[in-house]
């Protein structure tokens, strides 16, 4: 004789199944904007660290800081997402070198 099967297990596992495929994505979503959080902060230390190498070349060629940042990307080839980034550039001296800010623009 056959005994009759409870329907739980099957409605454990028909529940269970969608809630952790549910916490799973949530936790790849979390994953991804955080990895993406962490490339933008990263090109924009890139950006900055580029900007004070193209400072630096500047002063060993010409014994002077470049005056301005448009000076640096026709002169020694820094490319700059306009869109994407503000650049506050400020120089106090020739001989001093300039102060660099890179700041993200809303999107």
């Not at 969608?18 to 959080?37: E, K, Q, R, T």
Request: with cysteine; charged share 25%; hydrophobic share 40%.
């Amino acid at each position: 004789m056959r005994r009759k099967r409870s329907g739980w297990p099957a409605l454990l596992r028909g529940l269970l199944l969608p809630v952790i495929a549910a916490a799973a994505l949530l936790c790849f979503a979390a994953a991804l904007n955080s990895l993406s959080d962490g490339r933008a902060e990263e090109d924009m230390r890139q950006l900055e660290e580029t900007l004070r190498r193209g400072c630096v070349a500047c002063y060993a060629a010409e014994g002077v800081y470049p005056p301005t940042v448009d000076y640096l990307q026709e002169h020694y080839g820094v490319q700059i997402d306009q869109d994407r980034y503000t650049v506050r550039y400020s120089v106090f001296a020739e001989n001093r070198m300039p102060d660099i800010t890179v700041l993200e623009n809303e999107p």
